[in-house]
């Protein structure tokens, strides 16, 4: 077991790097807390308290009862559930250890099916992309759902292995629930399709 974790970090000793810097960046506390927490926190005690998903912008002075969809109710029930139990420091390392797993997963796609060193220029400048987004919000859900779409598909594509294109589905009921970013999901799927056809 030693031998091959030794093993695994002489041949990724790159990889080891990269998700160490980023873990990093996204532990940092100024920046993971913003001012959208608040809302979503209430909004997903609401939900847990009366079951039922508010259907007006209950935070307008002017236009309380203005219709509002809210497309990540989910979101907000699972970071109230996790602030609940842990608080604000449960709250942040969820949100890294979502974030480590998407890039887990497409630095594994990408390092199995793609050149490495477009990858890794790439991983680089992405890093700088998302420091800029790291508060807990509902995004950080539509960072770890494509991640998985991208691992299934190109597992799928490459090496005729459906396994993991089969919870697919499942992945996209939630993320319907999850952010508004859902679309994202069909529209891989589809081009995953007409890359077959063609």
Partial sequence: MVKQSLSFLRQNYLF??????????LIHNFDSIGQDIGRHLKVGEIIWQ???VPKTNLFSFTEPDFPFINHHWLSEVILFGIFSL????GLILVKVFLILISFLLLFITAKTYAKFW?????FLLSIFIFIQRTEVRPEI??????????FAIFKAK???N?????F???????WVNLHIYFFIGPFLVLAFLIDRLV
């Fill in 86 to 89: 842990v608080g604000f420091t």
């Fill in 158 to 160: 490459y090496n005729n």
């Fill in 50 to 52: 009366t079951g039922e």
């Fill in 118 to 122: 477009p990858v890794l220029i790439s």
């Fill in 162 to 166: 459906y396994r993991y294109f089969w």
């Fill in 141 to 150: 859900f539509s960072f770890v759902i494509p991640s998985f779409f991208f």
């Fill in 16 to 25: 080891v790097l990269i998700f160490v810097l980023l873990g990093v960046f």
């Fill in 168 to 174: 697919l589905p499942l992945a996209q009921l939630f």
